[in-house]
């Protein structure tokens, strides 16, 4: 150890010791480890070393009880075991470094007492602000961040009380055009395995399903509805009923890509050919979607850019909080690849 940087024995290392060890100014000192840009390379060496040598450690909490930014945003994620979070993450991740912000990632595991929880650490001082990605139970909480001004946006997910920060996609319109695309190819028997029932999104989708059925006149059968959870054993297990069926479906709609690859593993293990004996369109062109055989028709969202622009909608709100509540939602497009045929001819 350095001895212009002797370690401090006792209590807590504050940024002014670091500051009196690398002899510079606590303001600069506090530019360096917030990771802004315009500090000497010279001058930053100096504070990270004695940083180092000293053991500092940022207490964000004591920072954010001071009345300073953390500069730091949470992340709240059901999991990151799939493609579609994994995605919006990456761009969230990428606009918040470009904005020299930090990323506090939280992982519920599906648990809805946990994310209510962690809602509530996160607004007690830990970060600025808080993305929530396709929460499971935003009512529970809203109210309370709201009560508390804490900025915050709702990925993927309704509010309608129109308080909220909100980006999201066509996600009506997306499961129309994918229907009316097997409908024009010449499919009547057209299957739905649906998301899970507490999102909006799986909702949407669902109902765009039926209206595009219902504006070629083909009847809406219930029996080929069958509720998924937008994860992949879910998407396996019913497929099999579907294929059980008496007059089972020429074509099969799932509400995202994961449950359509369950779809697929379905089919191919009763021995059936994709997308000869069976159809298959998805919902969301995750990176999987490509790279699977065959490579999969679905319904793109932008999902990086949804990132993108949450953690810009939160940024806006951090630095006006008086900002109006916005609703972004993007385009969405069917992408034609090798899971569907046409039965015309």
Do not use: C
């Not at 996160?122 to 929460?135: A, E, K, N």
């Not at 765009?208 to 070629?216: I, N, T, V």
């Amino acid at each position: 150890m350095s001895e212009n940087h002797p370690r401090k024995k006792n209590g807590n290392v504050t940024i002014i010791d670091v500051a009196k060890a690398s002899g510079v100014s606590y303001s600069t000192v506090s530019r360096v480890l917030n990771g802004f840009e315009y500090v000497k390379d010279s001058t930053r060496e100096r504070v990270l070393a004695a940083a180092k040598d000293l053991g500092y450690v940022a207490n964000l909490q004591a920072r954010s009880l001071a009345g300073g930014k953390t500069n730091v945003v949470g992340l709240l994620v059901p999991g990151l075991d799939n493609g579609y979070i994994g995605e919006i993450v990456s761009g969230a991740d990428e606009e918040l470094f470009r904005s020299n912000y930090n990323m506090m990632l939280y992982t519920t595991h599906r648990y809805q007492g946990k994310e209510e929880a962690y809602v509530k650490s996160i607004y007690s001082g830990l970060t600025d602000g808080l993305l929530l990605i396709v929460p499971m139970t935003p009512v529970s909480y809203l109210e309370a961040l709201q009560n508390q001004n804490f900025p915050y946006v709702l990925i993927d997910q309704s509010d309608n009380t129109g308080k909220s920060n909100i980006v999201d996609s066509t996600n009506w319109q997306g499961a129309y055009d994918a229907v009316t695309y097997l409908i024009e190819l010449g499919h009547t028997r057209i299957a739905h395995i649906s998301g899970s029932p507490y999102l909006q999104s799986a909702e949407d989708r669902l109902e765009g399903y039926k209206s595009a059925l219902s504006d070629h006149n083909i009847p809406i059968n219930d029996r080929y509805i069958l509720e998924g959870n937008f994860y992949q054993d879910k998407g396996y297990e019913v497929t099999l009923q579907l294929l059980d069926m008496d007059t089972p479906p020429t074509a099969i709609f799932a509400a995202n890509d994961l449950s359509a690859l369950g779809v697929m593993d379905a089919v191919r293990d009763r021995g059936l050919s994709i997308p000869a004996d069976m159809s298959v369109i998805g919902f969301d062109d995750i990176p999987q979607a490509i790279i699977t055989y065959p490579k999969l028709t679905t319904v793109r969202q932008s999902l990086k850019q949804m990132g993108r622009i949450a953690v810009k909608l939160l940024l806006e709100k951090l630095e006006n909080p008086d900002t109006t509540p916005r609703r972004i939602t993007l385009k969405t497009e069917l992408i034609e690849r090798e899971s569907v045929r046409s039965l015309i001819g």
